[in-house]
């Protein structure tokens, strides 16, 4: 049992290992159709995979290879596990009818050599209303798992007489120092490139650099270079920040490209030019307060009222709008001393790779006193690439009225005490516990019923001490007919098994009830209590059944234990009796 | 008899522990894990949502983090702060003060708080019950009576607050658009002029979706049409 658990527990994980799969699309497959021979390959760690060549397939053409990679990760059993995977998809066009195998063939998966499972495939003769899939020309294949859909108008040159090239072109070739450039790695082309997968990026010192673009699929665009017509397709597009001066040199990107002539040609190319001269900013006519911020911005401000009441606060926002280096300066501050307190803006970005949209800052402003406040000073300074000066934007001059606080500002403060002045940061949390509501839970409900059964039990209690307190006599009549119930009970059970305890305990009962209900001491002999029952006016036949039942009792008392038992069922039916006859005479004059 | 109430008390507080300690260790988990129903995870999710400029998701973390906790302050807080940052700052209401005020003690009572206040109520209403009841009979009564009327009422109250907010709970119908923008078009009629454009971050309430577009409301209580694509539910 044990192990099955173990077995349960780590399945996932055993599942795990370098995985090689080989499968095919059709196992007959007509001649007018296509053959897609899978292989796909996946561990729990990165794959170091050499590809595979195809293998040769009798009674086939190869066609073309493709190749895709994913990779993911799962919680399994409270830890996560990761999975490569890395397919090859290699497509043949059948050539003759027949009986063919695909051969098993060696995969080199980190290092270590796999061999896949041959597969038999037959070759039947194609029919009209078979799908064409492959009505192709070897120059344009159709599938492409890149999606990058070969424009139908390529002219390119055969892979003899082709060019392909990886350009890096900046998007102005002179910056200031601080301006975020631009640089588009292209592929230029006059062959057939099916595609490109980026291996390095090279970095030289002197900048700091983010992603701007990387299309997903190579798109095709009519360019010229040198010259001569090309194709080229944007391969990535970076965001250069110099942050020295001169001649600079953009990250040199090395990839390879897949070309398809006669067959598939892998090229290695690496990115050529992505110059760049960068001039340092001028020290003459440098404003005050300048903090670094180079850019071509347009910018704004808002105010969200100029009435108020003393107490409230009233929110101005900053709004910077264009291309800049937004990452290397910081907000800008009010002027001290106005009469405002201010608080830490609030800085919301929506920038494309960090150079490139729009920043706004919000700050909360309470006045501290009332009357007529002029806002205190802010200014924006920043270095316009475009025009290559310095400008400032300052926040025109507002006058703020603030009237006298009254109760409800001073509560809209009390109760407002983070609007707006401040995103909460992150809790520290090492564990997460699931939340469960409590009423979800069985515990809970079993205290619900528990309270409620208390509930119940302390009303029938608190019932029969009303009655008690409230009624004597009825009540008394009530605990002797329950005692006479309790001890009959036990007396049937005893008849049933035989017991000489019967005796006893039926006498015991009877005794009981007649000291509850008619307070006949237990003390008194059973003439005595005959005597009184008598004196009760209670049905002389049941006196007389009382009495001859006490009798056996006696009797019962001083005979061998053997002998006790043979009367035993007349007597317990004499025992019925009575307390029938009780509860008959209860009923009868006290309605109970 | 006693003997049997003291032993099914000592049961119903051993199982309680028991069932408590079981609970916390069974649904504990590393706080790298994906997909936790917690408040605290779906909060810090919110705040990285907003750090990254993405206000639809961050806005949608924190409803998620106050669908579970409605006492929680800095997801309230944070998510105060952006509506009042958003474009469609305007389209929420300005609540008089004591709206205010009693929507933030209701806020205060979370489901799971309020259980165990209803659930201690219940314990004082039948403490309550048995001294009203076993109170000396020639005696007057009226205090016993007032407290156990209190606290019965309290209970009561307690546990139909209980039962709305945990209906509300696993029935909240609030969405919030994530989509840069959207128009909103009309709820009735064949219209094909939109109202308004809504924005990034906005809550509204979703009444019915078909056919890919959603009605919804508002939060100044216009209804509209939105697609429903653009909207993430907050369960």
Known sequence: ?592 | MNKILLSLLTLLLLSCVLSAQANSISTSVPAKSKDIHNADFYYNKGVDYYAAGNQGLANLYYLKALNLDTAHKFARSNLELSQHLSTDSKLYPQRRFLVRVLMQVLDFFSVNRLAIIALLLLFCSVAALAWLLFYDPDEERALPLLVFVLLFAMCLGSFTLLGFKSYHQTHNKLAVLITATEQLMPAQGISKKSIMEVHEGLIITMITSKDGLSTVRLPNGQLGKLPTKSLAKVR
């Open chain 1, 1 to 592: 049992m044990k192990k099955a658990l173990l077995c349960l527990f780590f399945f996932p994980l055993m599942l795990m290992g370098v995985k090689v799969d080989v499968s095919v699309n059709k196992y007959s497959i007509p001649t007018n159709d296509q053959l897609t021979l899978t292989l796909k390959i996946s561990d729990s760690s990165r794959l170091n995979i050499s590809e595979p060549a195809a293998p040769v397939v009798n009674l086939f053409s190869f066609r073309n290879m493709t190749s895709s990679s994913a990779s993911s990760m799962s919680v399994v059993n409270g830890s996560s596990v990761s999975e490569f995977s890395r397919q090859y998809s290699y497509v043949y066009l059948p050539q003759k009818v027949g009986k063919t195998q695909v051969p098993s063939f060696m995969v080199k998966v980190n290092g270590k050599d796999y061999r896949t499972k041959p597969i038999n495939i037959t070759v039947v003769q194609g029919t009209a209303s078979t799908p064409q899939k492959n009505s192709l020309s070897p120059s344009t294949p159709s599938f492409d798992p890149y999606g990058m859909g070969l424009p139908d108008y390529w002219e390119g040159g055969g892979l003899d007489s082709g060019n392909t090239m990886l350009l890096a072109e900046p998007e102005t070739q002179n910056v200031y120092q601080g301006f975020p450039a631009v640089v588009s790695y292209y592929l230029y082309s006059d062959e057939m490139v099916r595609s490109f997968n980026l291996e390095e990026e090279n970095d030289f010192e002197g900048y700091g650099k983010s992603t701007f673009e990387q299309p997903t699929m190579l798109n095709y665009e009519e360019a010229r270079y040198n010259g001569k017509a090309y194709k080229r397709a944007l391969i990535k597009r970076l965001a250069i920040i110099p942050n020295t001066t001169g001649r600079l040199q953009a990250p040199v990107l090395k990839g390879i490209a897949r070309l398809y002539s006669v067959g598939y040609l892998n090229k290695t190319l690496a990115s050529t030019g992505g110059q760049i001269v960068v001039r340092p900013l001028p020290h003459e006519n440098m404003p005050g307060g300048y903090n670094g911020a180079v850019g071509n911005f347009k910018v704004s401000h808002s105010i969200s009222k100029k009435d108020l009441a003393l107490g409230e606060t009233i929110t101005i926002s900053l709004k910077l709008l264009g291309r800049g280096n937004f990452n290397r300066f910081s907000a800008p501050v009010f002027a001290s001393g106005s009469g405002f307190q201010v608080s830490n803006p609030i800085v919301m970005d929506n920038l494309k790779a960090g150079i490139e949209g729009s920043r706004s800052y919000y700050y909360t402003l309470i006045p501290q006193s009332k009357g007529k406040l002029s806002l205190p000073e802010l200014k924006f300074v920043w270095f316009d690439n475009a025009s290559a000066t310095y400008k400032t934007y300052t926040l025109p001059q507002t006058v703020i009225d603030v009237k006298a606080a009254n109760v409800l500002s001073y509560f809209n403060r009390f109760l407002e005490p983070a609007t707006p002045n401040s995103m909460n940061p992150k809790l520290s949390r090492s564990v997460y516990s699931v939340y469960t509501p409590y009423t979800s839970q069985f515990w809970y409900w079993l205290l619900v019923f528990a309270a409620l059964g208390v509930a119940t039990y302390i009303i029938i209690r608190a019932r029969d001490a009303k009655l008690q307190h409230e009624f004597p006599e009825l009540y008394a009549r009530k605990q002797s007919a329950k005692i006479l119930h309790k001890y009959l009970r036990q007396a049937t059970e005893a008849a049933q098994k035989l017991s000489p305890d019967f005796y006893p305990l039926s006498e015991k009962a009877l005794f009981d009830f007649l000291a509850t209900r008619y307070k006949l001491a237990n003390h008194l002999s059973v003439e005595e209590k005959i005597a009184a029952l008598q004196e009760q006016r209670i049905d002389p036949e049941l006196i007389e059944h009382v009495q001859r039942f006490l009798q056996r009792c006696q009797q019962a008392r001083y005979m061998p234990e053997a002998d006790r038992a043979i009367n035993l069922q007349e007597d317990l039916h004499l025992l019925k009796q009575i307390i029938q006859g009780f509860e008959r005479y209860n009923r009868t004059h006290f309605g109970v």
